[in-house]
């Protein structure tokens, strides 16, 4: 059975001028966004922006493996989906800014 790492090994090569975005594609950028951020990719209001490649490399910059893998639900795979995908041509270069974390435990709300 394939996984996500399956697919950006047969499709990381390409990227979305020589195949369409597509669910995959989404399924993977959904999972990325669950990567805590926070004082990576500017925020709202910034005309800063950076790649998913230099938003991993910091993110691994700042993060060390205990760290990651203290979280055991699924989100703490994320970090290493980003690193994945950052690799490749597909989603490197791709766009990052405006970033928010906004959680209220008050009223259990999260947005990111």
């Given at each position: 059975?394939?996984?996500?790492?399956?697919?950006?090994?047969?499709?990381?090569?390409?990227?979305?001028?020589?195949?369409?975005?597509?669910?995959?594609?989404?399924?993977?950028?959904?999972?990325?966004?669950?990567?805590?951020?926070t004082d990576i990719v500017p925020?709202?209001?910034?005309?800063?922006?950076?790649?998913?490649?230099?938003?991993?490399?910091?993110?691994?910059?700042?993060?060390?493996?205990?760290?990651?893998?203290?979280?055991?639900?699924?989100?703490?795979?994320a970090p290493y989906l980003l690193?994945?995908?950052?690799?490749?041509?597909?989603?490197?270069?791709?766009?990052?800014?405006?970033y928010v974390d906004y959680v209220?435990?008050?009223?259990?709300?999260?947005?990111?």
């Open positions: 059975m394939s996984n996500v790492s399956d697919y950006l090994k047969w499709r990381g090569d390409l990227d979305f001028s020589q195949a369409p975005f597509n669910d995959v594609d989404n399924l993977i950028l959904a999972q990325i966004a669950y990567v805590d951020f925020a709202p209001g910034s005309i800063e922006t950076i790649t998913i490649a230099e938003a991993a490399d910091t993110f691994f910059d700042t993060h060390d493996e205990k760290e990651i893998k203290k979280c055991k639900s699924f989100i703490g795979k690193r994945e995908a950052a690799a490749t041509k597909r989603f490197g270069s791709l766009i990052l800014t405006n209220d435990g008050g009223k259990e709300e999260q947005f990111a």
